[in-house]
């Protein structure tokens, strides 16, 4: 399972890669992590207050790899097991916050409707 945040979004530019996987839940991370606006995709750190909205995703292995090439996991996002609100258990993708310095917070955590506020 994977919980996804960003461009991974159902209705955003990278969800076709979700093809055929199996839509489980909208869910959010416990309060432990701050969002941060990359400009056409977001990073989620570890480190913060904010809980970050989100979807759970059932994917096969094939997705994953596609998943992992597109976050550039290990080299740029890691993928980092996860304890979400509802206590459903997924993995994430996290970036380390010396990737993310200066870059704007979204301090609701929800990228869907950041996006609607900056356009």
Known sequence: ???VYGSLLRGLHNHRLLEGARFIALDRTRPVFT???LSSFPAMILGGTTSVA???W???AATLEHLDALEGHPRWYQRTPVVLASRRRAETYLLPQDRVSGKQMVPTGDW???LARRR
């Open 112 to 114: 869907r409707a950041w």
């Open 1 to 3: 399972r994977v919980f």
């Open 35 to 37: 969002l941060v606006d």
């Open 54 to 56: 989100g979807e759970i």
């Open 58 to 60: 059932e994917v096969d």
